[in-house]
């Protein structure tokens, strides 16, 4: 079966850091993806991790640990236009398999 | 920067209609998919295609669902007769060949059946 778990809601404040754990069992696995939704528009694209350890991208760093089927995304020095849903997908057979997403709020 | 296009941006249609999304991918990407996310749910795989052929393709995509490169641009997913619950938004997705870890997504497409 296929299950990615992530936090249905966080909220956080303006220039805080954020971490959004995701958590995953699937029947594949060729690496984790943390796309960034805002409302009614298209996932666009965060980071990837295929390796065990951290890809630091900027203000973004998502984190994958295989063996523990875990990753988590941190968000430093929240601005507010943050403010989104954050996905965690599983490429398992050349398909995203996505996880429910995590709305962040980031108030003032 | 080269994007997926999709066409049209909202699609309004009758209960038992025939739909047609057209998408086109990004010009030297030879992996296409395409992704449904009905309203407050999550995004969920419809069909991955390539060299001409559906590669995977989920439940959901039943006998109602077809999909088709009729050019060397568009990329197209048919609908033959649209239900209720096939309400959504419908993003399409194209990664590079040999790079098939990042897929770049299409501003979506939002069917409504009434």
């Known amino acids: 079966g296929q299950n990615i778990d992530q936090p249905t809601e966080m909220t956080a404040t303006e220039g805080a850091i954020v971490q959004i754990n995701c958590t995953y069992q699937?029947?594949?696995?060729?690496?984790l993806f943390w796309y960034q939704q805002h409302a009614g528009e298209a996932p666009t694209f965060l980071s990837y991790?295929?390796?065990?350890g951290l890809e630091e991208k900027g203000r973004f760093s998502s984190f994958l640990s295989r063996s523990k089927g875990y990753s988590y995304l941190l968000l430093k020095e929240l601005q507010m236009k943050d403010s989104a849903s954050y996905l965690c997908?599983?490429?398992?057979?050349?398909?995203?398999?996505f996880g429910t997403g995590t709305r962040l709020l980031v108030s003032p | 920067e080269p994007e997926v296009t999709q066409t049209p941006s909202h699609q309004v249609t009758q209960m038992g209609q025939e739909v047609i999304l057209r998408c086109v991918p990004i010009s030297n990407h030879l992996y296409f998919y395409w992704y449904r996310q009905i309203l407050g749910q999550k995004v969920e795989f419809l069909v991955s295609?390539?060299?001409?052929?559906?590669?995977?393709k989920s439940e959901i995509f039943d006998d109602q669902f077809s999909v088709e490169r009729p050019d060397g641009s568009n990329f197209t997913l048919k609908i033959r007769s649209t239900k209720l619950e096939d309400s959504a938004m419908y993003f399409c997705?194209?990664?590079?060949?040999?790079?098939?870890?990042?897929?770049?997504f299409g501003p979506g497409t939002r069917l409504t059946v009434l």
């Open positions: 699937t029947s594949g696995f060729n690496g």
């Open positions: 991790n295929v390796l065990d």
């Open positions: 997908a599983v490429e398992s057979f050349q398909k995203l398999v």
């Open positions: 295609f390539y060299n001409n052929e559906i590669s995977e």
């Open positions: 997705a194209s990664s590079e060949p040999l790079r098939t870890d990042t897929q770049y």
